[in-house]
């Protein structure tokens, strides 16, 4: 995931959080309980409020663009969720690459066990995973490998860039391909004295 993509998606979920905090918390203090255990300098709505009162509701029926404002607002909001809704199902897993040919496929599976196999021949990997994500223009391989305890992670990572990824944007062009490695190390084991 990009990191504008990311940023994005934690900013609409942030706003969506704190508008349902502030109405829930707006809400809990009209319940009574909520509201005598709140410290006496805190705001509360009293339980005597009206939210939508008949003349307010009379008064908003004598204007005729309100009702199309806010379908048109939902209807709006709607569009919107379903558009961000597919982009993360879009760009989600790779199932597999057109080739130059039409009709012609290669198995995004496939090249991802191969790059899995020839990371996990690097030295110092203990077990390594890849998943190829991203459109088939411009693909991304999300490579997870766990070390042995005493590997140089430098070492690793030059090799792996050297052999694995380049092999692997190779075999992808035209198509450019970025990787992401995430490293976890093995522990040691523990020996028991007896």
Do not use: K
């Not at 908003?60 to 309100?66: K, L, P, T, V, Y």
């Not at 999300?142 to 092999?167: K, N, Q």
């Not at 992808?172 to 007896?194: C, D, G, K, M, W």
Request: aromatic share 4%; hydrophobic share 50%.
């Amino acid at each position: 995931m990009s990191r504008l993509r990311g940023g994005a998606n934690r900013s609409t979920l942030f706003c969506v959080a704190a508008v349902l905090l502030t109405a829930g918390a707006a809400l809990a203090t009209a319940a009574a309980p909520v509201r005598d255990r709140l410290p006496s300098g805190l705001p509360r709505v009293g339980d005597d409020r009206v939210w939508l009162d008949q003349e307010l509701l009379d008064r908003w029926r004598e204007h005729g663009w309100w009702t199309p404002v806010v379908i048109t607002a939902l209807a709006v909001g709607a569009v919107l969720f379903l558009c961000w809704a597919a982009a993360q199902i879009r760009t989600g897993r790779l199932r597999e690459l057109p080739l130059g040919q039409p009709g012609v496929t290669l198995s995004a599976t496939a090249l991802a066990s191969v790059m899995a196999e020839r990371a996990r021949a690097v030295d110092g990997v203990a077990r390594a995973h890849v998943r190829l994500l991203g459109r088939p223009r411009r693909l991304r391989a999300r490579i997870t490998l766990v070390l042995d305890p005493d590997a140089a992670p430098e070492a690793v990572l030059r090799e792996l860039a050297r052999d694995t990824v380049a092999e692997a944007r190779a075999a992808a062009a035209p198509r450019s391909l970025e990787a992401e490695v995430r490293l976890t190390t093995r522990p040691h084991r523990t020996r028991r004295i007896h």
